[in-house]
């Protein structure tokens, strides 16, 4: 209840005030990679995500809202909250390690310990005493006196060059799983501890209770027990028995033990492998059973998954009453010692989202092309979602385009996994739908593969639009192979014909995305174009001839044209910067965003409010995934700019366009929002 409070009072306060974002994505679809539940409130849960911050939960699980506005890593590899001091949160990124003393509302950035990888370890974080236990990826492990406010930060140097991947205590000694076994300090250094451990040295999980003892799981090799006496790893049973159709040899990953319950023990699969496994044991691992039920949210939105995904955390709350598992798809609840599992979703719009289209004429309809998840779709303003992929191969979604003159006829650019360039061509994934996106059809188109310039061309599918003069006709854009001109009625008749080539003129055929393409309805064969290290380029003959109209090197990653204000275009830069024309692309003026002006931080997506002419949205990205700084609105056609506020991690804005109630904001990770303008 406390969550909802929360999510309310934000809305209202951003009735009252503005500018302000307000979710309307839908949770679930993203990938989880650490938990942690307060031992003095188990209400208070908290969520990391691979490319989003964090996700806080005020009642147990039940909804959630987006956190970390203060992270300068986006990808959280471990939780931990302070058993003596409720509220107070470490935070574990890809960049460093954070604080937060409210409970995760604010963080603050406590040390240069970072933990980057594609597998993130399992207890990363470990209160001990009056300090926290940091395993960092490439530094080795460190004590941190969390408490106090200017943490003294010291070394346990002997692990540098191993990956540390869990942490655990057993009476006063401290162990770490690592990638070349068990080390445990004793003395003043790491001294191995793999007596008795066999099969493997990947240790890629470790849990102690008092009650429990000490168990690992070594990714090959599975679950071990520690003999204090013996100081050896002993196994307390054979591996456990795989289900009907799953092969061996199997691998495993996490490892979670019931705080009330000793000898329960919960294993999970390795999340490369498949299936997905969560194996439970009520004798200390001696036999174990499958857990097989669960259950997705009836009021959750369709995902392409259907179940149980790649595991990447356990964690119970201190009283052993609940046990939540991370996924690389949901967050789950068991509140019954895990027979049964409940799909957590409300806030956890853990979303990639590549492109944002509503329809006019139909009030709340809003279209969002994700990664993974496909085509999702809602008729009323993102209430409630479907996923509307049939006929198209499972995959990420680029773009989705309405006809201007049939709102039936549809056209769909998809990037389905594992698809690539084979043999010198590539393959554009474009479908079309006649009954509303309720079917689709596939229309390949194939291309040359062109020799990729540098490493900011992916080589990705990237843009679609629809001729405004001829609904069959589409351009199709790749970020390194081209941007071409397709007249579908002939592609079954002669595919070679259909397809017209627009940028064998063009030095860079680099375009970055969807906005990467202007039309002009009412100035046929007026096409303005934006490369990335071709600057922008202006063609008045439908792409046959193009003129570069700006400086032929720039980097230009987005336009938008001003509805109210014909030939006003707004183009995106790096460095936070901005073009401004008012002549349709013939000339160009610099603008920027206000503030500092990083090198890593680019204008990628920029959309007008055509129900409020001189309202302007601007979205930023970073490079590699680095925190940005959200979006910017202008009240005066880009005049002037101000930040809009907003307590979530700093991801990059990847679409931005006009929908029922205002602008539509997709985001790197955080699903969909739409932007109160205020005033």
Same mark, same amino acid.
């Given at each position: 209840?406390?969550?909802?409070?929360?999510?309310?009072?934000?809305?209202?306060?951003?009735?009252?005030?503005?500018?302000?974002?307000?979710?309307?994505?839908?949770?679930?679809?993203?990938?989880?990679? *650490?938990?942690?539940?307060?031992?003095?409130?188990?209400?208070?849960?908290?969520?990391?995500?691979?490319?989003?911050?964090?996700?806080?939960?005020?009642?147990?699980?039940?909804?959630?809202?987006?956190?970390?506005?203060?992270?300068?890593?986006?990808?959280?590899?471990?939780?931990?909250?302070?058993?003596?001091?409720?509220?107070?949160?470490?935070? !574990?990124?890809?960049?460093?390690?954070?604080?937060?003393?409210?409970?995760?509302?604010?963080?603050?950035?406590?040390?240069?310990?970072?933990?980057?990888?594609?597998?993130?370890?399992?207890?990363?974080?470990?209160?001990?005493?009056?300090?926290?236990?940091?395993?960092?990826?490439?530094?080795?492990?460190?004590?941190?006196?969390?408490?106090?406010?200017?943490?003294?930060?010291?070394?346990?140097?002997?692990?540098?060059?191993?990956?540390?991947?869990?942490?655990?205590?057993?009476?006063?000694?401290?162990?770490?799983?690592?990638?070349?076994?068990? #080390?445990?300090?004793?003395?003043?250094?790491?001294?191995?501890?793999?007596?008795?451990?066999?099969?493997?040295?990947?240790?890629?999980?470790?849990?102690?209770?008092?009650?429990?003892? !000490?168990?690992?799981?070594?990714?090959?090799?599975?679950?071990?027990?520690?003999?204090?006496?013996?100081?050896?790893?002993?196994?307390?049973?054979?591996?456990?028995?795989?289900?009907?159709?799953?092969?061996?040899?199997?691998?495993?990953?996490?490892?979670?033990?019931?705080?009330?319950?000793?000898?329960?023990?919960?294993?999970?699969?390795?999340?490369?492998?498949?299936?997905?496994?969560?194996?439970?044991?009520?004798?200390?691992?001696?036999?174990?059973?499958?857990?097989?039920?669960?259950?997705?949210?009836? %009021?959750?939105?369709?995902?392409?998954?259907?179940?149980?995904?790649?595991?990447?955390?356990?964690?119970?709350?201190?009283?052993?009453?609940?046990?939540?598992?991370?996924?690389?798809?949901?967050?789950?609840?068991?509140? %019954?010692?895990?027979?049964?599992?409940?799909?957590?979703?409300?806030?956890?719009?853990?979303?990639?989202?590549? *492109?944002?289209?509503?329809?006019?004429?139909?009030?709340?309809?809003?279209?969002?092309?994700?990664?993974?998840?496909?085509?999702?779709?809602?008729?009323?303003?993102?209430?409630? #979602?479907?996923?509307?992929?049939?006929?198209?191969?499972?995959?990420?979604?680029?773009?989705?385009?309405?006809?201007?003159?049939?709102?039936?006829?549809?056209?769909?650019?998809?990037?389905?996994?594992?698809?690539?360039? =084979?043999?010198?061509?590539?393959?554009?994934?474009?479908? =079309?739908?006649? %009954?509303?996106?309720?079917?689709?059809?596939?229309?390949?188109?194939?291309?040359?593969?062109?020799?990729?310039?540098?490493?900011?061309?992916?080589?990705?599918?990237?843009?679609?639009?629809?001729?405004?003069?001829?609904?069959?006709?589409?351009?199709?854009?790749?970020?390194?192979?081209?941007?071409?001109?397709?007249?579908?009625?002939?592609?079954?008749?002669?595919?070679?014909?259909?397809?017209?080539?627009?940028?064998?003129?063009?030095?860079?055929?680099?375009?970055?995305?969807?906005?990467?393409?202007?039309?002009?309805?009412?100035?046929?064969?007026?096409?303005?174009?934006?490369?990335?290290?071709?600057?922008?380029?202006?063609?008045?003959?439908?792409?046959?001839?193009?003129?570069?109209?700006?400086?032929?090197?720039?980097?230009?990653?987005? !336009?938008?044209?001003?509805?109210?204000?014909?030939?006003?275009?707004?183009?995106?830069?790096?460095?936070?910067?901005?073009?401004?024309?008012?002549?349709?692309?013939?000339?160009?003026?610099?603008?920027?965003?206000?503030?500092?002006?990083?090198?890593?931080?680019?204008?990628?997506?920029?959309?007008?409010?055509?129900?409020?002419?001189?309202?302007?949205?601007?979205?930023?990205?970073?490079?590699?995934?680095?925190? *940005?700084?959200?979006?910017?609105?202008?009240?005066?056609?880009?005049?002037?700019?101000?930040?809009?506020?907003?307590?979530?991690?700093?991801?990059?804005?990847?679409?931005?366009?006009?929908?029922?109630?205002?602008?539509?904001?997709?985001?790197?990770?955080?699903?969909?929002? =739409?932007?109160?303008?205020?005033?």
């Amino acid at each position: 209840m406390c969550c909802l409070v929360l999510v309310l009072a934000q809305i209202a306060t951003a009735w009252g005030q503005g500018p302000a974002l307000i979710p309307i994505g839908y949770g679930g679809g993203g990938r989880f990679t *650490a938990l942690a539940v307060d031992r003095s409130n188990p209400d208070l849960v908290a969520v990391g995500s691979d490319v989003a911050g964090f996700f806080l939960s005020h009642d147990g699980g039940d909804r959630f809202l987006p956190r970390g506005a203060g992270l300068k890593g986006l990808a959280v590899a471990g939780l931990a909250f302070d058993p003596q001091a409720a509220g107070t949160l470490a935070i !574990l990124t890809d960049e460093g390690l954070y604080r937060s003393r409210d409970g995760g509302e604010t963080t603050e950035r406590l040390a240069d310990l970072g933990y980057a990888d594609r597998f993130f370890g399992s207890t990363l974080l470990l209160p001990l005493g009056d300090d926290l236990i940091v395993a960092t990826r490439t530094k080795g492990i460190f004590r941190v006196s969390w408490r106090q406010t200017v943490p003294v930060v010291t070394p346990l140097p002997g692990l540098s060059r191993r990956k540390p991947n869990s942490l655990a205590v057993l009476g006063d000694e401290l162990f770490a799983a690592t990638d070349a076994g068990v #080390w445990v300090w004793r003395g003043g250094q790491w001294t191995s501890s793999n007596q008795g451990l066999a099969g493997g040295n990947n240790v890629t999980d470790m849990a102690a209770t008092p009650e429990a003892g !000490l168990y690992a799981v070594e990714e090959r090799s599975g679950l071990w027990r520690y003999n204090p006496g013996k100081k050896a790893w002993e196994r307390p049973g054979p591996l456990p028995a795989l289900p009907p159709g799953a092969k061996g040899p199997v691998r495993f990953k996490a490892l979670a033990l019931d705080p009330k319950t000793p000898g329960r023990v919960f294993l999970a699969s390795h999340p490369e492998y498949w299936p997905y496994l969560l194996f439970v044991s009520n004798d200390g691992g001696k036999e174990f059973a499958l857990a097989t039920d669960f259950a997705l949210a009836p %009021d959750g939105a369709p995902n392409y998954a259907k179940g149980l995904e790649s595991i990447e955390a356990l964690a119970f709350s201190s009283d052993g009453g609940t046990l939540f598992v991370a996924d690389w798809w949901n967050l789950w609840r068991s509140r %019954d010692s895990g027979k049964h599992f409940d799909q957590l979703h409300k806030g956890l719009q853990n979303t990639v989202v590549k *492109a944002v289209t509503s329809l006019p004429g139909q009030a709340g309809a809003i279209v969002a092309a994700t990664a993974d998840n496909g085509l999702m779709a809602s008729s009323d303003a993102g209430h409630t #979602w479907t996923r509307t992929m049939n006929g198209v191969a499972d995959g990420h979604v680029v773009d989705m385009r309405f006809s201007p003159r049939d709102s039936a006829k549809r056209y769909l650019l998809a990037d389905p996994w594992q698809s690539g360039p =084979r043999g010198g061509t590539v393959r554009l994934h474009l479908f =079309r739908s006649l %009954d509303s996106g309720a079917s689709w059809q596939s229309l390949p188109v194939m291309v040359p593969a062109r020799p990729l310039p540098g490493d900011y061309a992916s080589g990705l599918p990237t843009l679609l639009a629809i001729d405004p003069a001829d609904d069959d006709v589409v351009y199709l854009g790749s970020n390194g192979h081209g941007l071409y001109k397709v007249r579908v009625p002939d592609l079954e008749r002669d595919p070679a014909a259909a397809v017209t080539d627009l940028a064998r003129a063009l030095p860079r055929t680099t375009f970055f995305g969807p906005q990467s393409l202007l039309l002009f309805p009412d100035l046929p064969g007026l096409l303005v174009a934006a490369t990335v290290g071709g600057g922008i380029r202006r063609s008045q003959d439908g792409g046959a001839t193009w003129t570069a109209v700006t400086d032929p090197s720039l980097f230009v990653f987005c !336009l938008a044209a001003d509805p109210s204000q014909p030939g006003h275009l707004l183009a995106g830069l790096p460095e936070k910067g901005l073009l401004q024309s008012r002549d349709f692309g013939k000339t160009w003026t610099r603008l920027a965003l206000p503030g500092e002006r990083p090198d890593h931080i680019a204008v990628q997506s920029i959309a007008f409010d055509p129900a409020r002419p001189g309202l302007v949205a601007v979205g930023t990205a970073a490079y590699d995934l680095k925190a *940005a700084e959200g979006v910017y609105l202008s009240y005066d056609q880009g005049a002037t700019f101000v930040r809009v506020p907003s307590a979530m991690a700093p991801v990059g804005v990847t679409a931005l366009a006009p929908g029922p109630g205002g602008i539509l904001a997709g985001f790197n990770g955080l699903g969909l929002w =739409r932007l109160d303008a205020g005033r």
